[in-house]
């Protein structure tokens, strides 16, 4: 191993720095790449959470905090974060620096760009071009990727149709992308019934044995369609008055997402959980996993439940597709679509045959399409010019 000067040098940067999907690839490559470079995580401002800044602390990755960069559109704002970059970048130099996030990727691409940094990369984490938005700024959003891409080396996607969809919007020449699928690592799940004891002992739910327990991990943003998934219990209660659906997560959706909840009378099946650390250790817990999203791009929680063995109901937006195949190894549902989404519910509640063998291969799906190891082998050959495709 070469000695520290003579690492090269990446600069990580992310627009928020709680702990979801892409905080959570921007964590897996730091920790799994610090022995070969010199690595600086920096992220935007601290609003709420700060895990992805605790979580690498713990792994004395160092990090930097842009106070300016933040997730919503503000000029002032983000020209105060791109001198803020270009400030930071002068002070530091960097070989690589990786963006991750829309907001990291426009602003960010400017600033190292103009410091002619060698090699900058971007990881488009599902484009946000396809969230629910209004048209103009669906429309600024495209003409943001496309003027940033320009800057860029490499754009990494994380699913074929994600790649499909920059080159059809022109983001960049196909030349530039290069899709690489992340993986995860082996996980320590509790045994069922451990898990269902710990929960119901740390927020007091009551489920009668044999009754069927649905479960969701995700940040409340509207991408999420959560509100579809609570839309659809009234329908899961009427097949089965004893089923009950867990989230694990929070955000600024929390108070909508229970006066919904409320609203429709379903506080006894519906349960909020707030941020549980190591979520995913509690996915064998579950009979159902559900992910009602309208924008993805390949998402680590259904990885998750595919490793744990408990059987995936989702939607067909993003990469799911290419992890899920619908009837194979899991159920596809139209997004935004509740009825749908309580039809497939019930359908594996129902039919234990159907979800022993969705989820085992699902599990046979994981092993042999999404592999940690190759996703930090395949980033580290475009960090180092070795990307050409075989």
Partial sequence: MPPDEQKKKILYIITQPEWGGAQRY???????????FDITVATGRVLESKKLIDELEKENIKTEIFHNLVRNINPWSDFLAFLEIVAYLNANKFDIVHLNSSKAGVIGAAAANLHCVK??????????????????????????ERFSAKSTTKIITLSQIDTEIGIMEKIAPAKKFKKIYHGIKKINFLEKDEARLKINEKFEIQTAAGAPLIGGVANFYETKGL????????AVIKSRDDAKLIIFGDGALRKKLEAQIKKLNIAENVFLSGELPDASRYLKMFDVFALPSVKEGLPYAILEAMQSGCPVVATRVGGIPEMIEDQ??????SP???????????????????????SQNAQQTLEQKFSFEKMVAETRNVYLNQDDEQ
């Fill in 26 to 36: 921007v964590f897996d490559l730091a920790t799994s790449l610090k022995n070969d």
């Fill in 119 to 144: 090699k900058i990369i971007y990881t488009a984490h599902g484009w946000v071009f396809n969230e629910p938005l209004p048209f103009w700024k669906k429309k600024f959003y495209k003409i943001a």
């Fill in 227 to 234: 509100k579809y998934l609570i839309s659809a219990w009234p």
């Fill in 328 to 333: 194979k190894n899991g159920l596809l549902v």
């Fill in 336 to 358: 935004a679509d509740p009825d749908e989404l309580a039809q497939a519910i019930t359908r594996l509640i129902a039919n234990k045959e159907l979800a022993s063998t969705l």
